[in-house]
C-alpha cells in the first residue's frame, strides 16, 4: 500500500506546510505532487520528498554532466556535488524561480568549476573517453553487440566514428561556458532567456556565447558538410 | 526600433541566422529574416550550411548517450546520493558525559607536562598513598601477607665477591654476630648471627669455595664458623679446607676450628691424614695438639697444660673396641712421626704426644 507507507514515512515529520498537509492529508503521493508543494515539503526536512526531486530531475542532470564532462567519474561527482549542495541549501530556494532553473544553476555552476579545473590542471585528469573509438569506452556488453551487428552497414558506421571524432575535437574548442550554452539549448532544449536565468547572465549574453560557439563548430566541421 | 526595418543586407541578417534556425528571434526579425532570404541566395546558402551542421551535430550520438545507455550510471549516482544522504541526516553522535574529560583534554594538549604530571602522581602514590594504606591495615588488625626474604642461593654466590667482614659479640649468645661486605651486581651488607643458616651457609661457601676468597677472608670465616662446628654441613667445609687448602696458615686454622668436635671420627681420620700427609710441619704440629686433646678429653684445656705433664691416658676399659683401635692408630702414627718425620719440632712434639698418652702396646 503505497499511500499508508507514505503516510507513515510523513507521519513523524514536523513542520510542512499548511497546503502539503492538506495535499498528504487528502490522499495525495508524494510522485503526485506539484513542483512547488514537493519542494515546500523537502524543506521541511522530509527526506522522502527530497528523494521524489531528485528522481524528477537527475535524468537530464547526469545527461547534461556526461555531455559536458565527458567522463563518467567526473559526471558522478557532478552529480553528487550538486544536488549534496541542493540538498544543504534548500532551505535558502525562495521560489523566485522555477526549481528546475534554481537546481541548473547549481549544476551548471559545479560543472563549470570541474571544467576550469580541468583546464587548469590537464595534468591530473583522466584522458577522456573518445566518442569517436567509442567501443573501447563501451563497458556493456549489449551496447557492443549492438555496433557489432552483422546486418549494419561496415562503411557507414566507419563514417559515423569519423563524424562523431570531428564533433568531440570541435566541441574541444569551445570554453566551458560555450559548451554549456550549446548543450543546454540543443540538447537540452531551454530557451535562452531560461539558460540565462541558469547562468545567472543575461540573453545577450547567452546569445553572444551561442553565436561564438556555432562559429567555432561551422570552423571546425567545415569538411563534414 | 529594429534594424531590419529598414537598410537590411547580409551583414545584418548573417549573424542571427543561428537564432532564426533554433528559433530564438521574435516575430519581427523572422519576417524581416524571411524577407531578406527570399531574395538572397547567399543568405539562404548559408542558412542551409547552418541547418545542415545543426542536423549533424543534433543527429550524432551524445557522450550521455553512449557512457550510460543502459541506466548504469544512474542507478550507482542515485546510490551514492542516497548513502551520503544517510550521512548527512545521521543524527550528531550524543557527548556522553566525560568525568575529568578537561583533564584528558588538556593532557591532549600538553604531553611533556602530562608525562611529568603522571610521573609525580606515580611517585606520590608509591611513596606516600601505600605505605599510608598499609598502616592503616595494620592498625585494623586485619591479617598481612608478609613476602618471606629471598635466601641467598649458591648461584648468587658465585656472582658475588666478599669485601669485608667483621666480628662483633653478641650479647646472651656465645655465637658473634657477623657482618659480611659483599660486592654483587648492588653492593649489600650482610648482618647476622653464625646461628642463623643463610649467615652459616654463606660463611661455609666462602670456605669450600677457597680459591675464589683471598686467604684473610678464609681465616675470619673460619674463626667465625669455629662456634657451630657441631653442624654438619660446617664440619664437612672445615675438614675439605683442613685438607684441601691451598694455604697452611687456613690449614691450621681449620684443624683448630676442629677443636670442638675431634672426638668424632671423620675428624679424627682428618686429623690423622694431616699429620701423615700435610707438608707443612705446623700444620701437622696443629694436628698433633689437637689429636692429644681429643685423647685427654679435655679440649679447652689442651694448649695451656705441659706436654710434659703426667696425663691420664684413656682406659681401654673405658671406651668401646672402636675407640680402642682408633686410639692405638693414633699412637702408630705418632710413634712413625717420632721417627721419620723431617721437621725436628714435630718428631719433638710427637714424642711429647706419645708421652703424654702414656705407654700403650700398639697391637
Known amino acids: ?47 522522502a520528498a527530497f528523494e521524489e526531486l531528485v528522481r524528477r530531475y537527475d535524468r537530464d542532470v547526469l545527461r547534461l554532466a556526461l555531455n559536458l564532462m565527458k567522463r563518467p567519474e567526473d559526471a558522478r561527482d557532478v552529480y553528487q556535488e550538486a544536488f549534496l549542495k541542493v540538498y544543504r541549501n534548500l532551505h535558502r530556494f525562495r521560489f523566485e524561480c522555477s526549481f528546475y532553473t534554481w537546481l541548473y544553476r547549481i549544476v551548471t555552476n559545479v560543472c563549470l568549476d570541474h571544467l576550469r579545473r580541468r583546464q587548469a590542471r590537464p595534468e591530473d585528469q583522466a584522458p577522456e573517453l573518445s566518442t569517436g573509438h567509442h567501443e573501447e569506452g563501451i563497458t556493456d556488453f549489449f551496447e557492443r553487440q549492438r555496433e557489432h551487428r552483422p546486418t549494419q552497414d561496415p562503411e557507414r558506421t566507419l563514417i559515423g566514428k569519423e563524424i562523431k571524432s570531428h564533433i568531440a ?26 539558460i540565462g536565468d541558469v547562468l545567472g547572465t543575461t540573453e545577450e549574453t547567452v546569445k553572444n556565447s551561442l553565436f561564438r560557439a556555432t562559429r567555432k563548430l561551422r570552423i571546425e566541421l567545415g569538411g563534414l558538410r | 526600433m529594429s534594424v ?7 551583414k545584418d541578417i548573417a549573424p542571427l541566422l543561428v537564432f532564426y534556425l533554433c528559433d530564438e528571434v521574435n516575430d519581427g526579425e523572422r519576417e524581416q529574416i524571411e524577407a531578406h532570404l527570399a531574395s538572397c541566395a547567399a543568405c539562404s546558402a548559408l542558412l542551409a550550411e547552418d541547418e545542415q551542421l545543426q542536423t549533424t551535430l543534433l543527429a550524432s550520438r551524445q557522450p550521455a548517450d553512449e557512457l550510460d ?154 674463626d667465625a664458623l669455629k662456634t657451630v662446628v657441631r653442624d654438619q654441613q660446617v664440619r664437612g ?72 705433664e703426667p696425663v691420664v ?28 718425620d723431617p721437621s725436628r719440632y714435630v718428631r719433638l712434639r710427637s714424642a711429647a704426644a706419645l708421652r703424654q698418652i702414656g705407654p700403650r702396646e700398639v697391637q
Open chain 1, 1 to 47: 500500500m503505497p499511500l499508508a507507507r507514505w503516510a507513515l514515512a510523513l507521519a513523524d515529520n514536523n513542520g510542512r506546510s499548511g497546503s502539503t498537509d492538506a495535499a498528504l492529508a487528502s490522499g495525495t503521493s508524494l510522485p503526485n505532487l506539484d513542483e512547488r508543494a514537493l519542494v515546500a515539503e523537502a524543506q521541511t526536512g522530509n527526506r
Open chain 1, 169 to 194: 575535437r570541435a566541441m574541444e574548442r569551445l570554453s566551458p561556458r560555450e559548451r554549456i550554452v550549446f548543450e543546454m539549448k540543443h540538447y537540452q532544449g531551454l530557451k535562452l532567456r531560461a
Open chain 2, 4 to 10: 531590419f526595418e529598414k537598410n537590411v543586407n547580409c
Open chain 2, 69 to 222: 545507455a543502459s541506466g548504469i550510471l544512474l542507478a550507482q549516482c542515485r546510490s551514492e546520493l542516497a548513502e551520503s544522504l544517510d550521512d548527512l541526516s545521521a543524527p550528531p553522535l550524543q557527548e556522553h558525559w566525560r568525568p575529568f574529560g578537561w583533564l584528558r583534554r588538556w593532557m591532549a594538549l600538553r604531553p611533556v607536562w602530562s608525562g611529568a604530571l603522571l610521573v609525580l602522581f606515580g611517585t606520590v602514590v608509591g611513596t606516600q598513598v601505600l605505605p599510608l594504606m598499609q598502616n592503616a591495615n595494620n592498625t585494623n588488625g586485619q591479617t598481612m601477607n608478609v613476602m618471606a626474604k629471598q635466601p641467598l642461593t649458591p648461584k648468587q654466590f658465585e656472582n658475588m665477591t666478599f669485601s669485608g667482614i667483621t666480628f662483633s659479640p653478641s650479647p646472651g649468645s656465645d655465637t658473634p654476630n657477623v657482618e659480611v661486605h659483599l660486592n654483587a651486581e648492588q653492593p649489600m651488607v650482610l648482618t647476622g648471627n653464625v646461628e642463623d643458616s643463610d649467615m652459616r651457609g654463606m660463611l661455609t661457601y666462602v670456605v669450600q669455595n677457597g680459591e675464589r676468597f683471598d686467604a684473610g677472608m678464609r681465616l675470619d670465616c673460619l
Open chain 2, 237 to 308: 667445609a672445615l675438614i675439605t679446607a683442613a685438607l684441601k687448602d691451598q694455604n697452611p696458615a687456613v690449614r691450621m686454622k681449620a684443624l683448630e676450628s676442629l677443636r670442638g668436635a675431634s672426638s668424632d671420627d671423620a675428624v679424627r681420620q682428618t686429623l690423622l691424614q694431616a699429620l701423615q700427609h700435610d707438608s707443612n710441619p705446623g700444620v701437622r704440629v696443629e694436628a698433633v695438639n689437637v689429636l692429644v686433646a681429643s685423647l685427654q678429653g679435655d679440649q679447652s684445656d689442651s694448649q695451656e697444660t705441659a706436654p710434659e
Open chain 2, 313 to 340: 691416658a684413656p682406659s681401654p676399659k673405658s671406651g668401646g673396641p672402636d675407640e680402642i683401635a682408633s686410639i692405638d692408630r693414633v699412637v702408630s702414627v705418632l710413634q712413625r712421626l717420632q721417627r721419620q
